[in-house]
């Protein structure tokens, strides 16, 4: 029993971990004028608890954090790839050019202090470290000192020592680096009167009138198309670019096809996106004013239903393949994938957990969903083989070396950045390649959550342990030096954010947390403002934030020796 409450052994250490996690998540669920820190609190009773004089295995510790933060990245990288790459197109290079900004920002504060104070700037790069939340960084700051301190003659236990100050540091600053962007975000959505409801209404019809998926009803009023089969009215258009749902003429309605003829006055419900609206109107004619239920109103036969992909052996198939129209007399005009609605194109791949808006009889809907299984038990069982797999692919990834001229040590994306990236490609091109990638939204939240609550706490542990003395021994002064690095920036960064390039308030959250690298303040915002836009943003700008972060730190550190 000692050895399990005061030893260091695994179960201790497995023990330890869970009861710093659950008593976090408890404190977590208080607010204070209604705010909360969330899981957060795991962070700061593990530092508590290390304080305390409680240890645990330094290499199952290292696997905790390092893993946890595998399946919280990767969790986000699958949720969001299927929108990514939209969602880089519609703002990625800005965003990015903003967080390259935040981030030499908080390298010229770096640097500024141990100009000014006279601090040693290699444990200022442990400070700053700490202060962006940037675990990898330090690493790679501690490699190239030990490697150029080596290099330059001396001996390996006195490179190690060197290197191991930089720690002390990062863990006295890594607290401030959370709380301190935290206070950010409630000092100038406070400032600045954001209201994240009205932000977030935004967002929803800013997707709207993007290039996701829309209704469109039109009447026949171009004379180029009176008479004409709807083949030849179409052919020459890009079959992508929309979806021709329904057709009536007079008070009959009926589900299109090749033949069907249009004439003058029918009117006609189209599926497409906001910028082949023009194009549609000039085609066909006018946007008339009617609405999802004066279709249903004029023919009780015809209903709309959504059915789920559940047969894993249509992944990768295209809608074409799968001839839903001319088997079964179906319009599948809308493809919902991980929230997002996309225009149900003939060459789009789908997956299993697509789920496909369908227009036709019940009859025929009802022959379809035997088709693709619409069996909601089979979606609870879980598909771990891809994340597993990504895994392996993504740390793979992440250990390849990137050499720049001038720099001795080589850049990797770490056990971070590599998973995330193949996991957003997963989400997108899975589905081409037969790559079945579907997990419920539960399931995906619950790998999230695990995997930053182990991390937290792993941190936690390992930073209260030197965290007192590290304080009393001078550190007290790389609290201060941390809150400027990490809030100056950020400040400006917000403003500039918000003020000159009107982003909004959740876009600014991934743009603080991604360039930050900072996963428990993208934790805060999604449990504090309850969105998922929040984790797009975030994964944007992460990659080429964690790139800067690495490379930065051990830039500094040359310059210091």
């Known amino acids: 029993m000692r050895d399990l409450f005061y030893g260091t052994g695994v179960a201790h250490s497995i023990m330890l971990v869970a009861l710093v996690i659950g008593v976090g998540l408890y404190l977590g669920r208080f607010k204070f004028k209604g705010i909360s820190l969330g899981s957060t609190w795991i962070l700061f009773f593990g530092i508590l608890m290390g304080h305390l004089g409680f240890r645990a295995n330094a290499d199952i ?7 946890g933060l595998i399946l919280f990245v990767f969790s986000i990288g699958l949720q969001v790839g299927p929108g990514f790459f939209h969602s880089f197109r519609s703002g990625g290079v800005k965003m990015n050019l903003l967080a390259v900004m935040n981030i030499l920002l908080a390298v010229g504060v770096t640097y500024a202090i141990s100009a000014i104070t006279g601090e040693d700037l290699r444990t200022m790069v442990g400070v700053m470290s700490g202060a962006v939340t940037n675990t990898p960084g330090l690493g790679a700051a501690q490699q190239t000192l030990v490697d150029v301190s080596v290099a330059a003659g001396m001996d390996a236990a006195s490179a190690g020592a060197s290197a191991a100050s930089l720690a002390s540091a990062y863990a006295v600053a890594y607290p401030i680096g959370v709380l301190g962007v935290i206070l950010v975000i409630l000092l100038w959505k406070a400032v600045l009167r954001i209201d994240h409801n009205k932000e977030k209404d935004a967002l929803k019809a800013a997707e709207e009138s ?24 179409i052919k020459g258009f890009n079959e992508s670019d929309f979806v021709v749902s329904r057709v009536m003429h007079g008070d009959q309605i009926s589900i299109p096809d090749e033949n069907t003829v249009l004439e003058e006055g029918d009117r006609v419900l189209l599926v497409t996106s906001q ?21 249903l109103e004029k023919d009780h036969h015809i209903v709309t239903r959504r059915i789920v992909i559940t047969n894993s052996k249509l992944t990768g198939k295209t809608l074409r393949q799968m001839h839903i129209r001319s088997a079964y007399q179906v319009s599948v005009t809308r493809v919902i994938r991980a929230g997002v609605e996309l225009v149900a194109s003939p060459d ?41 797999i990504g895994i392996v692919v993504g740390i793979i990834f992440g250990s390849i070396p990137i050499h720049f001229p001038g720099i001795p040590q080589a850049i990797k994306l770490g056990l971070a950045g590599g998973p995330l990236i193949i996991a957003i490609l997963l989400g997108h091109f899975g589905p081409k390649y037969r790559i079945t990638t579907y997990v419920t939204t539960s399931a995906n939240l619950m790998l999230r959550e695990i995997g930053i609550s182990l991390f937290l706490a ?31 920036p950020l400040c400006l960064t917000f403003v500039i954010s918000r003020l000159a390039f009107k982003l909004n308030f959740y876009q600014i959250l991934g743009l603080i947390s991604g360039s930050c690298t900072n996963p428990p303040v993208l934790a805060f915002a999604q449990g504090m403002y309850g969105s998922e836009y929040t984790s797009v943003n975030y994964a944007t700008v992460y990659p080429l934030s964690m790139f800067m972060r690495v490379l930065v730190a051990q830039v500094l550190v040359l310059m210091a020796l």
């Open 61 to 67: 510790l290292n696997f905790v954090k390092e893993f």
């Open 275 to 295: 910028s082949h609206v023009d194009t549609l109107r000039i085609l066909f004619g006018e946007e008339v004013p009617m609405h999802q239920k004066d279709w």
């Open 458 to 488: 792993a941190v936690g542990i390992g930073a209260g342990a030197n965290f007192w003395s590290s304080i009393v021994g001078g550190g007290y002064w790389w609290i201060l030096y941390g809150a400027l690095i990490t809030i100056v």
């Open 348 to 388: 789009l791949y789908v997956q299993m957990g697509d789920g496909l808006m369908c227009v036709g009889t019940e009859k025929s809907i009802n022959h379809l969903a035997s088709l693709v299984g619409n069996s909601n038990d089979t979606l609870n069982k879980p598909n771990l083989v891809p994340i597993f």
């Open 210 to 233: 993007s290039d996701n998926a829309r209704r469109m009803h039109v009447a026949v009023e171009n004379p180029a198309i009176f008479g004409k089969k709807l083949f030849d009215v």
